[in-house]
Nanobody
């Protein structure tokens, strides 16, 4: 059973930075899709940044391109999301999610295919 545990959320002023971490375990596949998603109050959950492990392609939502960076540390089985130049609109619960394997169509930002989810970590950006 895949388990994902997020950390690193918090409160920050607009323009500031945060780094989220996701510790992953329980995979049966050597490569898999994993990424960050977020959900703001009253809005649908959306993909923020995803990748295929082992140096695969990365995907970013248009709203975070140039500000957020997704990365992995395979030795630590940890996924990161470096968030810079945070904006009020980035306020949301951030979730780490994964698929135990790699999709033929790629590890893109669609929410539906992701089977495993962490408990979430709150990010609040204030003015």
């Amino acid at each position: 059973q895949v388990q994902l545990v997020e950390s690193g959320g918090g409160s920050v002023q607009a323009g500031g930075s945060l780094r989220l971490s996701c510790s992953a375990s329980g995979y049966t596949s050597s490569k898999y899709c994993i990424g960050w998603f977020r959900q703001a109050p009253g809005k649908q959950r959306e993909g923020v940044a995803t990748l295929a492990t082992g140096g695969g392609r990365t995907y970013y939502a248009d709203s975070v391109k140039g500000r957020f960076t997704i990365s992995e540390d395979n030795a630590k089985s940890t996924l990161y999301l470096q968030m810079n130049s945070l904006e009020l609109e980035d306020t949301a619960m951030y979730y780490c999610a994964a698929i135990d394997g790699v999709r033929l169509s790629g590890c893109d930002l669609q929410v539906g295919p992701y089977d495993y989810w962490g408990q979430g970590t709150q990010v609040t950006v204030s003015s």
